[in-house]
């Protein structure tokens, strides 16, 4: 304790205003971070991302972990899955988890799901998407690395390449 | 000594007085105080929640899990005393005693030891700050968020390491403002040269408690005696012999890894290159960035961020909020330091007084450490003392008895920019959970790219499967969570 706040006005300090700018705002922080996280432990999601529920969705947001998971758990990753909205664009697809992550632009997991054998999957269709999104992981699936101008739109490569 | 003291009585109390001298006054059954280590504890609550979503790490832990596996301890610290570059036999200590301790439950008792640093440290920051009055007490939030959210002290929570040394060192530091604070006794002594040698034996920061002491002892502090800072200053002295001339080490060269400068990052060659002929100018600026980094959050890493952003015409939000906050805070620190500056040549210190001296000594000095490479999480000690001083300054202001006035509107914006900030770091550590899962998703390529060749024994095997296990098939949900715009308020860089 300071001699010298001892010498103001100690007595009559009150939720001034200065008080309170200075107070309220990291307390009322801090209050809203512990109700999200007590919100979160009792399954509210209302501020969180959509979890993909599917491989084929993790796939599409790129999430490497999520998509050895759900494999892990039982799911086909050679089997089409559901997409929902909002995982891509704002369509639902039925797609393999290697062609969403090619739509998604995810080099690294498109390798990943070739390595751990996501490897059925029809390859002029998933060739003409990585054409028309991807062209860097062309050589993986076994075609031939082609130029291409910027990635085309995920419901305009599904119109020329066809969907199931 | 009576536990407390009228006001008449304190006001004959001289400002020379050392630190355990002054009176208790305004808190006689200490229920500020025991408010805010309720507090500082349910911060910490907090952040052990955000922390314990995150698995452990691969890059920088996995493989000191391999080191420490299978040999004993005192094998475990006398391979680090010759380490060439870098002299931290403890620090892989630490790692070695909680991974026994672990008994094969890493995640657990990893991201558990780290939590209970994190409780650690503020329980130590609320006892440093003797929080004994109402005003105290209302600058307390903003003080803890200034120390949590600033960006120096993300590196010391964000990365697991396994045992995240620069947390340690952190407890350190504040452990011996405690130290130098208290009563003088045989044992503060021992524990002040018990706590210098673990520390500076952890990472080269611990050097930093050693200025602590004395930059303490020099404004009154007198919880350690001059004989025991007389061997705090041997202790020193023995380490930079021990280091540099009994075992042969040397400082970090050039081409140990890529730093910043300017507005990018420069790779071992480049910087070899550019600077392998007389790297004096490129450590200065390495000193000089570290010290600017703390005060105006710029630059970062040594790389011009947000002078960057502006010359390319798109600054990021959260990088008006890091700077703006850390620019007016500091100044606000700067103008206390001026106005009590006659007061400080006539050796009259008050508390607010002290921890802001403390933090200018400890500041050169810790920036003297980021000599080699920039790199915000070394200088979270003087972030913590920086954090520290401000919270003074706000206090005496509430106090109504500072010797700088604080508008309105500026306390609004800082109390706002400090409390972004302080979401901004649990924003990280949930990001964080996320990215150290994909990390281990990609074990094979992190693998290809290590300089060395890892072969790994049917033991240490099991332990990447478990840790693997952990991460990518076990680990805790943690949702992302999706704020929209107001996301680019956060710094997800740290």
Redesign the interface.
Known sequence: MSPRETEGTLKSFALSGLAGRILVPPLVTFLLVSVYVVGEAVGYRGLARPEAETVAEAAALGQAARTLQLIEEGQNPNQPQHVRPNFLDAGEYELKPLEAAILGRHAELVRLLLRIGAASFDRSRASCFARLRLPEVLSDLGDGASESPEPLEIAAAFRMCGSY | MPRART?SQ??H?S?KLPVDT??????PGRRYERVAYGYAA??AC?MA??LLAIPVQLSDSFTEFISVHGHPLSQVIAAEFYNGTYFRPFRRALIKIVYDVSGGHYYAAFRGFQALQVLVLLLLIVRML?V?????L??L??G??SVVGIHTFAGAVVEGLPVNHFLTILICCAAAMNIAEAKRTRLTDAAAVALLVCAMLTIESGLLIWVIFMAAYAVGSRGVSRPALIVLTLCVAAYFVGRFVLIGGAPPGLNERSAGFGFSVLNPDELVRRFGGNPIPFYAYNVLSAISCVLFAEPRGGVWMFVGGLLGGRPEPWQFVNVLTSTATTLLIARHAAARLSNWRAREF???DRFVIIFLAVLPLNALLAGGYEKDVIMSPAGLFYGAAAYFV????????SAVS?A?AV??L???G???R??GI?ESLRARA?SV??E???Y??WVREQPRPMPLTPEEQAIKQHLYDD???R?P?A?????GVAERLFDFTQ
């Open positions: 006001v304190t006001r109390a400002r002054i009176p208790l006054i305004t808190d349910a911060v907090l929640t955000f003797r004994r009055s109402r005003a105290a209302v600058a939030p903003l803890l968020a008050d508390e607010a706000f206090r005496e202001r509430l106090s109504g008895v604080i309105p306390a609004l800082l109390a706002v400090w409390s972004v302080f979401v649990h996320l899962r994909e281990w998703a990609y094979d390529d991460a990518v098939l680990a949900r949702p992302q969570p999706s704020l």
